[in-house]
Structure formats: C-alpha cells, structure tokens
T-cell receptor, first 114, second 112 residues
Framework: EPEVTQTPSHQVTQMGQEVILRCVPISNHLYFYWYRQILGQKVEFLVSFYNNEISEKSEIFDDQFSVERPDGSNFTLKIRSTKLEDSAMYFC????????????FGPGTRLTVT | SQQGEEDPQALSIQEGENATMNCSYKTSINNLQWYRQNSGRGLVHLILIRSNEREKHSGRLRVTLDTSKKSSSLLITASRAADTASYFCATDSFYNTDKLIFGTGTRLQVFP
C-alpha cells in the first residue's frame, strides 16, 4: 500500500542552524501538508501546499519556515535558523483531493534543537 | 476557533472489551477523521466520516457523528493489546480550508 515517507527520522541540530526535512508524498496525491507535534501537545497545522504554491499557513509558519517541491516526488520543509522551541515531531501529510478527503501522514521527523 | 476535545483522556481496558472514545468540536465541519498514534510514532489514518453521514464502519471500528451535538465517537470492538495507542479526532472547517484541527487525544491501554 502506498505510504508517505519522511527523512531523516531524527535530526539533532544546534540553535541557529538551518534544517531541511524531507518528505515523499503518495505518488498520485496533489495536496501536501506539514504539521508538528510538540512533545505532549496537540498536532498543529503548519502549512498546506497545492499546485506549487502555499494555499494556507498558520501563525506558526513565519518567515523562518519555507516549503518547496523541488521535483516531482519530494516535498521539503526548511527552517532557516532553528530555535529551541522548534523542537518537535514534524509530520508530512498528503491528500489526493484536498478538502473533504483523507490526509495520510508520514512517520514523522523528530527534530531536537540544542 | 474550532477545537476537538476527546474524552476520556485515558482509558484502560482488558483485551476483548470494547473501547469507546468521544470527540467534541465547536464549529461546523465538512468531515471528521480519526487517527491512531503509537507512542512517539506517526499518525495512522483510521476512518473519515462526512457531515452528511451518521455512522461508518471499518473492520472492528465504528464511528458515529452527531452534527447537532458537534460530537463523534469511535468504538473499537473486541480490543486487542495491539490497539494500545493514542487516538485523535481531527476536523476540517466548513469554510473552504483543508487544514485539520486535532483534538487532545485519548490514550488507550489494552491489557492482555
């Protein structure tokens, strides 16, 4: 069964460093998302992406964050200058048709900022 | 803003028993999805129920939706130790957005 994959599974970085989290959505899906979950807290929406542009973003998704679909298969989340509070599990998700349809999540990347 | 809240926060049962988890939300929705998360792992999609549906089944899972009460329930029948996980509901918004708003989750422990 097709699934969303994410790499790396765990990333440790120092405060102020740039990180890129990578995702390969399900191949026929057109809508892509990033969410995050700080330890012990709710899963929070970050950004949605369709047709090579951001369709919606949350207040969390400030200028330090960016997303890109550099080729036909990858979808990346970049954090330019990480902060301690960026430590979280980051989930990529994809959907075939967007609103009203299932979103399938990847296994997550645990980001630890020291 | 809309918010999903599950109850109970934690539930412990014996294998073979049924587990019922509830989710409430505040604003109109188009659909509601349930996910399972094993400790520290990814979110596994379980079931999606649309606002015009009242009940949906998938294997041992039964989901109900009451839009008048803005609530949903997830029933797992004949539970197994492998069902031990956290369960979350996630709602979209009626207003042309596909972002999901997640609830706080129910931690289910099934003892063998």
């Amino acid at each position: 069964e097709p699934e969303v994959t994410q790499t790396p599974s765990h990333q440790v970085t120092q405060m102020g460093q740039e990180v890129i989290l990578r995702c390969v959505p399900i191949s026929n899906h057109l809508y892509f998302y990033w969410y995050r979950q700080i330890l012990g807290q709710k899963v929070e929406f970050l950004v949605s992406f369709y047709n090579n542009e951001i369709s919606e973003k949350s207040e969390i998704f400030d200028d330090q964050f960016s997303v890109e679909r550099p080729d036909g298969s990858n979808f990346t989340l970049k954090i330019r200058s990480t902060k301690l509070e960026d430590s979280a599990m980051y989930f990529c998700a994809s959907s075939e048709r967007g609103q009203g349809y299932e979103q399938y999540f990847g296994p997550g990347t645990r980001l630890t900022v020291t | 803003s809309q918010q999903g809240e599950e109850d109970p926060q934690a539930l412990s049962i014996q294998e073979g028993e049924n587990a019922t988890m509830n989710c409430s939300y505040k604003t109109s929705i188009n659909n509601l999805q349930w996910y399972r998360q094993n400790s520290g792992r990814g979110l596994v999609h379980l079931i999606l129920i649309r606002s015009n549906e009242r009940e949906k089944h998938s294997g041992r899972l039964r989901v109900t939706l009451d839009t008048s009460k803005k609530s949903s329930s997830l029933l797992i029948t004949a539970s197994r130790a492998a069902d031990t996980a956290s369960y979350f509901c996630a709602t979209d918004s009626f207003y042309n957005t596909d972002k999901l708003i997640f609830g706080t989750g129910t931690r289910l422990q099934v003892f063998p």
